[in-house]
């Protein structure tokens, strides 16, 4: 399985599909809130995120903070209807679609649906002391 993370980092880099659907399969089963950011190498304002969107991951540590390139996961951007970058998607309970979608390099307006998402998930938890994911990639 091809994945990423660099170390100190809580944004998970998903390189492969296998690696895909392991990781979604375990926050799945771990009932794990997740936020993914698809971008690509050649996209600035994706670029312009990165920073700040590991601030959010530091910031909210039960939730799983994914970060997809379109162009190695051509099939998970278009199952998930990606057309444009960045696209931050949410997914909680079924995670074959998005329960919110942010397209565009607006940092407050993730900052806000992150943290909205972040109380929702904390209210639907039925234990408050409930595991954070803990796939091993």
Known sequence: MESQQVKGSRVLAVESAKTWE??????QIQACP????FTADWCAPSKFMEGFFEELAL?????????VDVDELKSVAEKLDVK???TFLFMKEDYNQATDKIVGA???????RVAHFAQMS????HD??????????
């Not at 392991?22 to 926050?27: E, K, L, P």
């Not at 408050?128 to 990639?137: D, E, L, Q, R, Y």
């Open 84 to 86: 444009a970058m960045p």
């Open 106 to 112: 607006n940092a407050e307006e993730l900052h806000k």
């Open 59 to 67: 910031k909210y540590p039960d939730i799983l903070f994914l970060s």
């Open 128 to 137: 408050a002391t409930s595991p954070k994911f803990s796939g091993v990639v």
């Open 122 to 125: 904390r209210q639907g938890s």
């Open 34 to 37: 997740v936020v993914i950011h």
């Open 22 to 27: 392991f990781v979604i399969g375990q926050a």
